[in-house]
């Protein structure tokens, strides 16, 4: 989560950046989410085994009391009355119920906040209510970060992960802390960027873009073969040098070297406008010597000048697809993004690490003003996606919603195929593999939630690749 408190009477703006993404549990080892052959054991992402410390309860809770100026329970009334009275299910809710079903079913605490009693799921037009929850929340709101993390839920946590097979215990939740540090600053044609620091991904974004500054990519128009070739370059030697970006505190990463511009002047050697890259023509970047000593997302901004952006997520779609009973609390399933079967390595297993993530929450300044606040979920085309919409906007004078709606490309690195969305031309698909790229049609990519601020308007735009995005004003 990326904030940026204005400046008042009292104090100077302040731009932050607050990780809270999920910790190991100390009784976490190497080989506890691997099978007998020492392999990594596909059955465990579903369940309480594979849960991180939750971190929601130190980022939304703690960042809302230090960071806010309305009380807490104020802010948790709206949830917990939606909570209780419940909404009318929309298709999209309900196809992605109806497609978990049979795995939340196999759990009892998931089957009885999001099944009906039958154990089937809700139907689109049905009201949807969840009781537990709610009461969940009213804990929270009067209790704050310390009953989720201390009080009687964390308690009622515990006590199911552990019933289940987990990990997870009291002394784990009562360590848990939310990282507050500064963002990654860094600058794509003039214009100021707050990006998150490790364990997230902003330095990816970075790099990326550093590389394509090299390039007028504003005379080559937009969804040309040139700029396309060039973006997809750009993710291939970005995703090469993702291999330094580690878990903390346990990995220390270049991360103002991998932001760099002297970084990416010399990586952007490797690209050239007529070949394309394989895996084996991109040799391992050293960014130490210029080292200084599924996915939900939305953007928030305001008439006094400040913003948040805030990517949050369970990994999977549904998480671990495990709530612990009578709680409505949907864990996550986070230690599936360890490198399993790995030791010493940045993203090795080990117990307290903060994991690892593809999000990339953004923040973009024009003349010291929040002028961009935006980031998108969507996995592993997380760092993609966020490249092509801040390039759509700078270099191509796209407002947020055009920049949005263009298709978009991912390239994972190596020898990867080359991801295309529907909607580029199929010249410009037939081109492209003519220049060497292995084109594969994608599913969408990303849903990025963005709002633009242009003097006293604020234009905002929801990517309705997800359904039920929502851009909304309020007074």
Known sequence: MIVHMAATAERPAQTIAVNYYGTAPAATTPDLLLDDSGRFDRSKPSGFINVSVPGHGHGHVGGARALGSMPWADLVAPAIKLAEEGYVLSDGEADATAGRARVLATDPGARE?????????????????????AESLRKVARGGAD?????????????????????????????????????????YRDHRIAYMPPTASGVSVAQALNLLEHFDLRAMRWGSVDSLHLISEAMKITSSDRRLIGGAPQWTTPAHGLASKEFAAERVRLIALDRTLKAADIPEGNPYPYESQDTTHYSVADAFGNAVSNTYTLSNSYGAHVAPVGTGILLNNHLDNFSWGTRGEPNSPAPGKRLGSTITPMVVFKDDKPWLVTGTPGGGYIIATMVQLISNVIDHDLN?????????????GGDSPLELEGGFSPDVERLLRERGHAVRPSMTMGSTQSIMVDGDRFLGAADTRRPDALALGVR
């Open 113 to 133: 906040a999001y099944l009906k009693a039958d154990g089937t799921p809700y139907r689109a037009g049905e009201i949807f209510r969840q009781p537990l929850l």
């Open 147 to 187: 009953e989720f993390y201390k009080g009687e839920l964390a308690r009622q946590i515990v006590a199911g992960v552990q019933a289940q097979g987990g990990v997870i215990t009291m002394a784990d939740m009562a360590a848990y802390r939310a990282d507050v540090s500064e963002p990654i600053w860094g600058s």
């Open 400 to 412: 947020v919603a055009e920049a949005a709606m263009r298709p978009r490309l991912n390239q994972a």
